[in-house]
């Protein structure tokens, strides 16, 4: 049984620990620290075009391959992947939000049962990465997709949570009536401060168990913890960049 109610999560330093992009540039190999040095210092915005122009060439069926043999289920953030398993129980819909792309964000969406993925989305061409992009999913990007979703959906909004680390996400979490701030940026941390918004801790997932099973917490935290109300576990869904 579906509700009227939806998850929207951000992924890098929210779902999963740091960022899934560098990560796999990493897992790609090559020069790496020189790439890096190339985005440092770059509007996000800019940083997240000029990764993609690194990547100009590259077959997508060699992508998809390479993220496949990158994901582990030890990336993922505790607390938000129970989160996400609660929501899943619940009925609810769970959407991915993230300024990363199909390789990294399609095998953490078939691991969590993601309904569908909100990203970067690459332009290929002959099945290739012509190194453009439609638009980076950041900042304001990230609340319009909310806003659409639950228009398209019949959402209620009021109902419905949202899941970031970064005061980017702010428009995102502004949208929603129960926002969680992930771990501790001093910008958004000081935004959940005033508004009384939940903040959750960032702790490392069990390593060893698969991505579908979370271990249970007992802190106080996890006691505390906002829980959806019991529905049907819903069929798996089929995630799409």
């Known amino acids: 049984m579906r509700t009227d109610r939806a998850a929207f999560v951000d992924v890098d330093h929210t779902l999963i620990h740091g960022n899934s992009m560098g990560s796999f540039l990493r897992h790609l190999g090559g020069d790496v620290p020189a790439a890096v040095a190339a985005l440092r210092g770059l509007p996000r915005a800019q940083a997240n075009r000029a990764y993609f122009r690194m990547l100009a060439g590259r077959p997508v069926s060699q992508l998809s391959e ?144 698969a991505a579908g099973h979370v271990p249970h917490r007992t802190d106080a935290r996890a006691a505390t913890r906002w829980r959806p109300g019991p529905a049907a576990e819903p069929a798996a869904p089929r995630p799409s960049a």
């Not at 209620?156 to 979490?173: I, K």
């Not at 771990?183 to 935004?191: C, E, H, S």
Request: hydrophobic share 45%; aromatic share 6%; proline share 7%.
């Open 66 to 209: 390479e993220g496949r043999a990158w994901f582990t289920p030890e990336m993922f953030t505790q607390p938000v992947l129970e989160a996400v398993r609660e929501h899943r129980r619940a009925g609810d819909r769970v959407f991915l939000v993230s300024g990363s792309f199909f390789a990294c964000l399609d095998p953490i969406a078939e691991a969590v049962g993601a309904d569908r993925v909100f990203c970067t989305r690459p332009v290929v061409r002959d099945g290739r990465l012509t190194g453009e992009v439609l638009a980076p999913m950041l900042d304001e990007l990230k609340a319009r997709v909310v806003r659409l979703t639950a228009a398209a959906l019949g959402l209620d909004l009021a109902r419905c949570s949202a899941y970031g680390d970064h005061v980017s996400d702010l428009p995102m979490l502004a949208e929603v009536g129960r926002p969680v701030v992930v771990g501790d940026d001093p910008a958004l941390a000081a935004v959940a401060r005033e508004r009384g918004w939940e903040v959750s801790a960032s702790t490392p997932a069990t390593a060893g168990p």
